[in-house]
Structures are given as structure tokens and as C-alpha cells.
């Protein structure tokens, strides 16, 4: 087997461009490594890349991301390519459009090899709520790789494509990101396009580049970014997000919240950040640890608005227009049927816990005490950041962990995203970075918050760290 | 004593190009199913656009109905689930509705009364659900159609004050531009509030819903109908429920659809994909400069120049012939005119069943019509025989007239006849100044004899006493 997927982005360009490999030499590799890796973590291949790959041989190399194998979540709606949120209810489903993200990544003639696993309708942080079985963490098959972006992640981290496309909504993309040791981003909130993402929670749901390094990260952030028509809430801006890696981080204001380092979190990931602190001072950043108020009700929060917003983005899949249907001489009982049988556990408790917070007097109690209660914790962030460029801490409070932990306790797993839900309720970019292992060699993530659409900023300093650390994140490689 | 209280929400579709929050055509009439785009089918992944249209034609609706304009507003998802609602939910507005506080004006036997709006709200239509044996089809050209729903403060007294109001939003509507207004297609719809309590009680009574009522004469039966059901009902003692009803068409009664029970929980939620709109000064102002005349300036007009109130009322609720009338009306006899559109060419068009657009009626024929007429050049009657030729034929009015054999008399051709006509019978003429008015009727009788009765009574009554006269 060939190790083109190993190199970097530039390297595999340069390649491409000498006409020293082609596109269907990637494709053959990524194949076969998904193959050999046998982590469960595409739900459908693409049985049409290597004709795409051939496709592209007749074209002029004419971008960084040209014939570049890509992996895609399952809840970004592909035409020709099945799209099933991991989840029984879309087991058939084939969309009749790309979602904005797809035709960019399109036009850039980058090639999916296929879609990833996941957690069922991206709910759940351990990929374990899905449909077609668990994905492995491919630095330790005993383990979880994070969700819900579980297969983009482990797909990324065991050099099976070079980069992916995930979603977070409250930390899916940089939690299993810090798991699996990758870079992976969630975007400001309006930075790219969410047409065509099967929403979950639409008021935080953001589509995030996954990659190897930091540098890549932005390239493929480069070529998704940008206003579309289509999503009322995406935001114009034409920044180059690779513009400032490389430059001089000295001077850089980084606060840390408190809340990021209280004795919640493991003693191990703590003193890893330290570390990291203590470096970023000798580079000349100045770092204070600072509080943030409110951030302990990010939780209940997310439990409450994202919760009712999915009870309603859901509501669609009632087996009328597609998806599984459930057949039944009465109108309710096809209702209940499809429904009880179209989604799996973990969905159906948050369209519970989604409906009950929105019905009736509820609504007030709970959902619109929560909309303010969200905007007092997003003035408390802007304060921190009239301060502040970047805010720092860990993606997530431990490292992978074991199959099945969360089984008997169902709110435990919204604890996973203590870090990383107060971010997205914010809106705010936010960055996993790998910066080390704990001592059963399981890889632990630094979070870098930015301030809005300063993901430039956030790039530029996890550059910088990431070049001072210079790990090896390959797996089955001697640290 | 009992009294009713009635409020009525009515719903209208805007004619916009497109849907509202998808970039489907807006026009449930084409071929079933295709007016039909991935929103609107509620495809996985989609998300709402904006036809900002339908703000500013919900607008021009708020502003006829002197409500104020929620400028910062936003809109909400209303969540039920029923096949023909493909999202499973509904984007409405609860919060903010576009409109506040309007009311029109109704012409009532007791004079001038105002109707309060409570609020008009900008939402999206539902699928068409056509039912067929066991089987139901959806006709997803209706899904995303923008509506807006108009809801009336309950101070309606009578079916026909309930007619009265629901004629004054449509004839308001139709001349906004903004909608067709029609009841019998479903362009217009309307559900009746209905329920009766003590004259002096402060409290509402139990309220009836009344759906599915087809015109707007029906929505005058039904809810008479609905008063004198619940009278007798509470006046043998019995409890209203509150419930739904729908209008039978046949038997002109209602009949029980289903006992409301705990009230709907729609689970209101503010529509995240949607964000704020802010309608500003200038959007705003080009909204009220874009705002025709509207039917009370028009009728007023009319009052001025004389036009009876009867072919007011005719004019305004035809708009196509009003329309036709505004173009030319400032230059010629407005009321000759008014005559002709609202009788002859009108009962022309229903007898025919047909448009005024479907007949060879051009604006110079009719302007040269009126104005002989008005000239007195030609008599009514003969205005009456040539009408039908300038709807159903290309010819000008000369040649019609020259083919019908009628002559235009003009004065002079008439003086020449009246002179030789007063020299032939002096009798006659000594007669009438003596004070016999029947010799005048003689000599007129003379005149139109040799005219071949083209003379017109008026000048020619006229033309005879002024030439007696000067003997």
C-alpha cells in the first residue's frame, strides 16, 4: 500500500502538480486503509470516486484542495450519495440537492470517498447512538472516538482521507477531534453556510473542517466560509484564514476562565494545559486566568433550547415525504409507528425532554428563560474579549474513554460538553488542538477561543504551539 | 337579554411571484405538483428564505387598515402534525405580528362603524389535501404560499354586519393589488367566532368556531343561523361547549366538527433560520407612496360627481370595469359613462359570462359614445342599439351608425326642420302661446316625423320653444 495519505496537504499537491501521482491513487489508498483500519466509520462509500478521480485527470491542478480525498459527515446532504444522520428513519434516504458546502468543495474538485458515522441525528458525544453500530477510536479500538463527528474524526486521525467535514452544535466536532488528536474547528456562528445540513439545533449548528494540522484546517475552512443566499443567517466576509499562521504570536492577550480549569477536570489534561500556558508566556503572550460568569448554566441551557429546537426540526421525519414509513390504517398510528421505530433511543429522549420544555406554560418557565439567560452568557464573553484576543482551555474534561460508560447514565453524557456547549451557545469560533498524551499514550485537546470571525486569530496562535510541540499524531508511530 | 359577540379571522393569499420562504412559484393553479422546490417538500438539510414581496404587500394591507407597523419583528414556528404540513410545523408570526390595532369603516343603518383588527400576521399555507376514497393526495403547489390572516376584534353584532366588514377587506384587498380576494377559490377564507352572552355581562360567552364557510353571503347565513342556535339552546337553560362547526352549504345550518378540549399546545418557538427584519423609514415610506387609491376616497369622489350610489356600489365591486373607468372618466361625462359600464356592458358580460377584457370594447369607441350622447347628438335609445356592436365587433362608432341607418342630427339639420315645421302649422304655434301645451306636443310630433324620430326630445323641446319664442 502506498503512504501518499500521510503527507501533508502541500507535499501531495506538489505530487499532483509533477504528474508523479493522480487522483485515483489517493482514492486506491484511502479505500484500502478503510478497509485494513475497519473502524466502522463510513456509513456509505462513495462508489463513485474513483470515476470522479479519473475525471480529473485531464484538469489543470489548479488549487490546494484539487483531487484531495474528503470525508463527510452523514447528516451533509450529498445528491447521488445516500445521506442517513446515522439513524433507521433516513437508512434510504438520497437527497435531491448538494448542500451549499458540497458544491464548494465541489468546485475546489476535491473527491469524497464517503460519508462518515455518527451519532443518530448528530445527538450523543460518543458515536454510540447510531444506527449502523459504534466507530472505534483508531488510537484504541476499546474506546470511544467522541461524537457526533465520530467517523469524520477517526477517519482524519487514521490517514484515511486527509481532511473531513463535520457539524457541532454543542461540541461535535472539537470533542471527538480532542479524542481522536486532530485539529478540527467549530466556526463562528454565520461563517459557513448550514443549507444543506440536516439541522439539529438551528441556532447552533455549525458545519467545522477537521484535518491533521492547523494549516490545513484553514485551507479547507478557506474554501467552505462564506455568505449564501440560501442560509439567512450565514455572514459575508472574504478573510484569508491561513493569513496570519506564522506570525509572531508575542503580545497576544490569552485569557483562561476559571471554569476551564476547575477540579472537574482531569488532573492529567489540566497539567497538559499548563504546560501549554507555560510556554505561550515564555513566547511572550501575556495570560491571565479570568472569570466568566455564567458558564456553569451553559448545560441546562443547551439541554433546553437545543433540546426544543430539535423537537421541532424533527417533526419533518413523519414518514409522509421520505424516510421510513410505517404504514398503518390510521393517520396516528403512522405517526406513532414510523416515528417510534424510525428513530432510536437517545432521539426520541430529546424530542421528550424538547417538547415538554416548549409546551404550554413551559415555554416561559423554561425555553424563553433560557433565550435570556443565553444572552447574558454571550455579553459575558464579549466583556472577556474587549480584554482578550484568544480564551484558552480544554476541549474536554477527560480523554477517550470505554464503550458502554454512558449507558445507565443518560444526562452524564451532556457532561462531555461542559467545555465546549458555553462556546457554542456564545457562537463563538473555537479550535481543538492536540497538544500531548496522557500516560496511556490517549491524546489531549487545548481549546482556543476567538473572538467573532477571528478565526485567523485562533489559527495563527494554534500554529504557533503546534510548531513549538511538534508532535507525532500519527498512529502506530513511536512518541 | 342575549346578545352576540363575533370575531372573524380571515385568511388571504398574496399574489407574489414566488412562495414565501422558498424560491417556488407562487400559483396553486398549474399542474398539480410542480410549483414545487426542496423546501417546500421540507427536505432534510433545507432552510427558509425571505421573499421580502410579501413583507411589503402584508404591509400595504396594514397600512389600508390604519394599523401600526411593527417595524422590528420576527417569526415563530407553530407545531402541529398533519400530512399536509410538510415541516410538521408552521412559520408564523405569534410575537410580532407585522400589523396592530387597524380597523375599517362599515356603512351600517346607524351610520358609519368601525371594525377593530386585532392583529394581521404574515404566515405560510399548508399543502392541499385532496381526499379521494380512503386515499388522500397532497397538491404541494399550495405549500408555502404566502398568507396573511387578518383577525377581527370580537365586536361584530350580526351577520350582516360580519358581510359588511368581509366586503370592506375585499374590496380594500383587491384594489391593494395584493391578493384576488376570492372566497369560491380559496384565496380568501374565513372562520367565524360566535357566542352569545347577557347584554350587561362583563364576561365572553362560550364561543362556537364556525370553518368552512364558502362566500361571504354565507358567512352572514351561518352565523345568524349559529345566534339562533345557541339562543335557543341557552334560553331552555342548557351549557354551550366550546367547539368547532363547519357551514353545511345545502342545509344552510352548522354542523359539529368536534368539542374543543384542552386548549391547542402549538409549542411557539421563535424561528431560529429567520433572523429579525427591520422595516426602515425608507422601506416603509415607499410602502405608503406605493398605495393606490383605495375604494372610500374613490366613492367619495364619485359622490362629487354625481354618480348614483347604486352604480358606485356596482363600479367599486367590479374592479375590471372601474378599472376601465378611472382611465378615461376625467375626460368625458362621467355619469354617462358610469350608466353604461354598470348597465348595458355589465349585464352584457353576465349574460355572456365573460370579461371585459373578452369583448372588442376600446376606449376611443366608448369615449366617442359618451360623448354624442352627452352632445345630445344621438338619442339613449340609440346609444342602446349601438352599444352591442362596439362589444362585439371592431367597427367605429361611425360606421355603426351609418350601418344601423341612424343619422346623427346635427343642429343645424334640426333648425332647418323646426323652422319649415312652425311655418307649415301656425295654427299650431298661435295655439301653444295662447297656453295650449298639447300644440307644442303636436309640433314635436311633426319634427320627429320628418327627423325619423332621430331627434333628440330634449334639444329638440328646447330648439322649439326658443324659436316660437323670438316670433
Known amino acids: 500500500m502506498t503512504n501518499y495519505l500521510d503527507l501533508e496537504l502541500t507535499e501531495i499537491n506538489k505530487l499532483l502538480k509533477a504528474k508523479k501521482i493522480k487522483p485515483i491513487d489517493l482514492v486506491e489508498e484511502a479505500f484500502a486503509r478503510i478497509k485494513k483500519d475497519e473502524l466502522n466509520d463510513f456509513i456509505t462509500l462513495n462508489e463513485k470516486a474513483r470515476e470522479e478521480a479519473k475525471a480529473l485527470e485531464n484538469l489543470e491542478v489548479d488549487n490546494l484542495l484539487f483531487g484531495i480525498p474528503i470525508a463527510i459527515k452523514d447528516n451533509i446532504v450529498t445528491k447521488g450519495l445516500r445521506t442517513t444522520c446515522a439513524s433507521k428513519m433516513l437508512e434510504n434516504f438520497d437527497s435531491v440537492y448538494d448542500a451549499t458546502v458540497i458544491e464548494k468543495i465541489k468546485a475546489k474538485h476535491m473527491i469524497i470517498i464517503g460519508k462518515t458515522n455518527m451519532d443518530e441525528f448528530a445527538m450523543g458525544s460518543t458515536g454510540e447512538t447510531s444506527y449502523f453500530g459504534n466507530t472505534l477510536n483508531p488510537r484504541d479500538k476499546s474506546r470511544v472516538p467522541g461524537g457526533s463527528s465520530s467517523g469524520s474524526a477517526a477517519s482524519v486521525a487514521s490517514h484515511e482521507v486527509v481532511l473531513a467535514l463535520g457539524s457541532d452544535t454543542g461540541g461535535s466536532v472539537r470533542q471527538p477531534s480532542g479524542f481522536c488528536g486532530i485539529v478540527g474547528l467549530k466556526p463562528t456562528y454565520g461563517c459557513v453556510s448550514r443549507y444543506g445540513l440536516v439541522a439539529f439545533a438551528s441556532s447552533l449548528d455549525q458545519i467545522g473542517p477537521m484535518s491533521k494540522n492547523v494549516y490545513e484546517n484553514a485551507v479547507l475552512l478557506n474554501a467552505i466560509a462564506g455568505l449564501d443566499e440560501k442560509d439567512l443567517t ?8 491561513t493569513s496570519l499562521i506564522g506570525k509572531d504570536i508575542k503580545g497576544l492577550k490569552i485569557g483562561v476562565p476559571n471554569y476551564y480549569m476547575s477540579d472537574v477536570i482531569d488532573i492529567e489534561v489540566r497539567n497538559k494545559i499548563k504546560e501549554v500556558l507555560e510556554l505561550l508566556k515564555k513566547k511572550g503572550c501575556e495570560v491571565d486566568y479570568i472569570d466568566i460568569p455564567n458558564l456553569e448554566y451553559a448545560i441546562p441551557l443547551y439541554q433546553v433550547i437545543a433540546l426544543g429546537e430539535a423537537s421541532t426540526n424533527l417533526a419533518r421525519f413523519d414518514g409522509v415525504k ?11 398510528d403512522m405517526y406513532t409507528y414510523t416515528r417510534s421505530i424510525g428513530f432510536g433511543a437517545e432521539v426520541k429522549r ?44 480544554p476541549t474536554n474534561t477527560n480523554v477517550a474513554y470505554p464503550f458502554n460508560r454512558h449507558l445507565d447514565n443518560v444526562l452524564q453524557s451532556f457532561y462531555d460538553d461542559l467545555l465546549t456547549i458555553p462556546v457554542s451557545m456564545a457562537g463563538l469560533p473555537a479550535l481543538a488542538l492536540p497538544v500531548g498524551f496522557n500516560k496511556e499514550n490517549l491524546p489531549i485537546g487545548l481549546q482556543i477561543i476567538g473572538n467573532y470571525f477571528k478565526e485567523d486569530e485562533i489559527y495563527q496562535l494554534a500554529s504557533a504551539i503546534e510548531s513549538e510541540l511538534k508532535l507525532d499524531l500519527k498512529i502506530g508511530s513511536d512518541k | 337579554m342575549l346578545v352576540p359577540t363575533i370575531g372573524i379571522e380571515v385568511h388571504v393569499e398574496l399574489k407574489s411571484n414566488s412562495k414565501v420562504f422558498s424560491r417556488g412559484k407562487n400559483d396553486f393553479n398549474d399542474d398539480i405538483n410542480t410549483n414545487v422546490d426542496e423546501i417546500d417538500l421540507a427536505y432534510p438539510g433545507t432552510l427558509p428564505a425571505l421573499n421580502k414581496d410579501v413583507i411589503t404587500m402584508a404591509m400595504k394591507a396594514c397600512i389600508a387598515f390604519h394599523c401600526d407597523i411593527t417595524r422590528h419583528m420576527h417569526f415563530d414556528r407553530k407545531n402541529y402534525f398533519y400530512p399536509d404540513l410538510p415541516k410538521g410545523f408552521q ?20 351610520g358609519i362603524k368601525k371594525i377593530g383588527i386585532e392583529r394581521i400576521h404574515i404566515e405560510e399555507d399548508t399543502c392541499k389535501s385532496i381526499h ?11 405549500a408555502g404560499v404566502p398568507l396573511i390572516e387578518i383577525v377581527s376584534k370580537p365586536v361584530i353584532k350580526d351577520g350582516k354586519e360580519a358581510m359588511l366588514y368581509l366586503e370592506s377587506l375585499r374590496e380594500n384587498l383587491l384594489y391593494l393589488g395584493v391578493s384576488d380576494v376570492k372566497m369560491e377559490e380559496g384565496s380568501m377564507r374565513c372562520d367565524a367566532n360566535v357566542s352569545l352572552k347577557e347584554e350587561d355581562s362583563p364576561v365572553l360567552g362560550t364561543k362556537v368556531e364556525i370553518k368552512n364557510i364558502g362566500s361571504i353571503s354565507k358567512v352572514a347565513i351561518s352565523i345568524n343561523y349559529e345566534i339562533e342556535r345557541q339562543k335557543k339552546i341557552l334560553e331552555s337553560g342548557g351549557k354551550m361547549k366550546e367547539e368547532t362547526r363547519r357551514f353545511d352549504d345545502k342545509t344552510e345550518t352548522t354542523i359539529l366538527m368536534r368539542v374543543k378540549e384542552t386548549g391547542n399546545d402549538y409549542r411557539y418557538q421563535p424561528e431560529p433560520n429567520i433572523p429579525f427584519v427591520d422595516i426602515d423609514d425608507k422601506w416603509y415610506n415607499d410602502t405608503v407612496e406605493s398605495i393606490p387609491t383605495l ?15 347604486n352604480n358606485i356600489n356596482t363600479l367599486i365591486a367590479y374592479k375590471e370595469l372601474n378599472d376601465f373607468y378611472r382611465e378615461i372618466y376625467k375626460d368625458i361625462d362621467s355619469v354617462i359613462l358610469a350608466n353604461l359600464l354598470t348597465g348595458d356592458i355589465l349585464s352584457h358580460l353576465n349574460k355572456n359570462n365573460i370579461e371585459l377584457k373578452d369583448t372588442c370594447l376600446t376606449k376611443e369607441n366608448i369615449l366617442k359614445l359618451v ?29 355603426i351608425i351609418d350601418d344601423l341607418g341612424i343619422k346623427g342630427l346635427d343642429n343645424s339639420e334640426l333648425e332647418t326642420i323646426v323652422k319649415n315645421v312652425i311655418n307649415a302649422n301656425n295654427q299650431s304655434v298661435v295655439d301653444y302661446k295662447a297656453g295650449k301645451e298639447k300644440a307644442l306636443k303636436f309640433l314635436i310630433g311633426q319634427v320627429m316625423k320628418e327627423t325619423k324620430g332621430q331627434a333628440n326630445p330634449e334639444t329638440l323641446n328646447k330648439m322649439l320653444i326658443d324659436l316660437i319664442n323670438k316670433m
Open chain 2, 91 to 110: 412559520i408564523t408570526q405569534q410575537d410580532t405580528p407585522i400589523g396592530r390595532n387597524g380597523y375599517v369603516e362599515i356603512k351600517t343603518d346607524e
Open chain 2, 371 to 399: 360623448t354624442l350622447l352627452s352632445k345630445k347628438e344621438i338619442t339613449s335609445k340609440q346609444g342602446k342599439e349601438i352599444l352591442p356592436y362596439l362589444l362585439t365587433t371592431n367597427n367605429s362608432v361611425d360606421k
Open chain 2, 295 to 309: 375604494p372610500a376616497a374613490m366613492r367619495d369622489e364619485y359622490e362629487q360627481l354625481g354618480i348614483s350610489s
Open chain 1, 322 to 332: 421520505y424516510g421510513f414509513l410505517s404504514d398503518q390504517e390510521k393517520l396516528e
Open chain 1, 350 to 393: 430529546r424530542i421528550m425532554v424538547g417538547s415538554y420544555v416548549l409546551s404550554g406554560e413551559n415555554a416561559k418557565t423554561y425555553y424563553y428563560k433560557a433565550l435570556r439567560l443565553r444572552h447574558n452568557i454571550v455579553e459575558n464573553f464579549k466583556k472577556a474579549f474587549k480584554k482578550y484576543d484568544l480564551l484558552l482551555g
Open chain 2, 132 to 142: 379521494s376514497g380512503k386515499q388522500t393526495l397532497l397538491n404541494y403547489n399550495r
Open chain 1, 234 to 241: 450565514s455572514v459575508k466576509q472574504e478573510k484569508d484564514f
